[in-house]
């Protein structure tokens, strides 16, 4: 907790009041320094030159709680490679288990002037949250220029959030595979990997809809006057699933020029859109239509007071038609494109080196590149359809030298990013009605760099 220096004594006027956490009793000193002038230097001490004068008496209370939490994380790992087949057959694997516990604070003495934690100690029961990481990776050599390879995946990420239910949501989870082809071809002067890839980040944070909430409360307020306790911005879990190729080739033409292509495909959506709230409500459909017909009590939040089918008082079929057209948004998040997403991206980069002519010329090298990526989903159509943005094109150069310096290699370079300066705002979040959001690319910059080696 912090402890913040206050007037114990105001007036209790309007100006003063009596509650010594009020702003206008917060005490600030103002110090001056004489750097060059007799006497102590730097502020006073509070402690050691307290006021007792004029109605203002300066003393420390807590005017609020600050978080006093702790973790513990606990982590066991073995990992292991084999080579089977006579070495044609390589295969990799991993374990690892993560735990953590989080503790958070108790107050244990509150400062009788203003009902606020002076210390506080940590709660012995924790949150916990645990998880299992597993990889595998195999790479099958077919031909000394061609092999087969295959990965998987997974890992889990604790995340805090309370469901309508009343309890955690659990960890985030994500599971990544991959399988492909690899070459290496012309006495490995070109390396070249088509790859097929499918990614899930399960149980993603996100917030419910604070209608749904009242509503349902509506609800049990009409079945029985009671008004359940009900996390007030209750949170829930989504899924977004991946997929996509990838083919990359690297080739060196010569000895003094290389090359390197670069495309991607990748699609993603949404899925598995709030399951604890849609449960929820499919768990008591039942006992409240059968109640349909029954008045919901004023006041009434979040349910129109006239139902408008009818034209009359509000019911608790009323407050399920608002939950329907809730879970009708919700649905419909199902299937959306991930917003941001590039279905196309690629580069191509090359470099070559001089080994001959003056010596100023002998051992520079000379790249460039050229980055693309496709228009990005920038916003929804009645939150559903994409509302695409701009694709942008950069392009990139880059002069490198070897030097020799007192018997020692010396490696300078220069980068050049993107040369053509390409500063057209980036639209970040946009529907058919306009833009609401840019972002701002990074324009032309330059670095110089150098290495030695000792």
Partial sequence: STLFEVNLTPAGDALFPLNVTNINNRIYRRVYLDPFGPGRKGGVDPLAHSIN???????????????????????????????????????????????QKNFTGIATVADPRTGFPMQTRLNPVSIDYAGETTTLGTVLHVRPWAALFYNRSNNFNPQSGVSIYNTEIGPRLGKGEDYGLKFRLFGGKVYAAATRYTTSDLNRRIFNDAAINSAILEIYEALDGSTPILPGQNQDGADTEGKGYEFEVVTNLTPQWRMAFNLAQTEGTQANYAPNIRAYI??????????????????????????????????IQTALDVLDAGLVNIGGQNGVTQRQLREYTGSVFTTYTFDFGPRWLKDLSVGGGVRYRGKPVVGYINGLAPVYGDSDVKVDLLLKKQLRLMNRRVRVQANFDNVLNENKPIVADADLAGVYRHLYPSPFRWSLSATLDF
């Fill in 282 to 315: 499919a768990g008591n459909r039942a006992t409240w239509t059968a109640a349909g017909a029954r008045s919901l009590i004023s006041p009434i939040s979040g349910v129109p007071a006239i139902d408008p089918k009818t034209g009359r008082a509000a019911t």
């Fill in 53 to 99: 004068q004029n109605g203002v008496t300066s003393g420390f209370v807590g005017i609020q709680q600050r978080p006093y939490t702790a973790q513990e994380l606990r982590t066991e790992m073995v990992a292991g490679q084999a080579k089977l087949l006579k070495d044609h057959l390589v295969v990799t694997g991993g374990w690892r288990r993560d735990e």
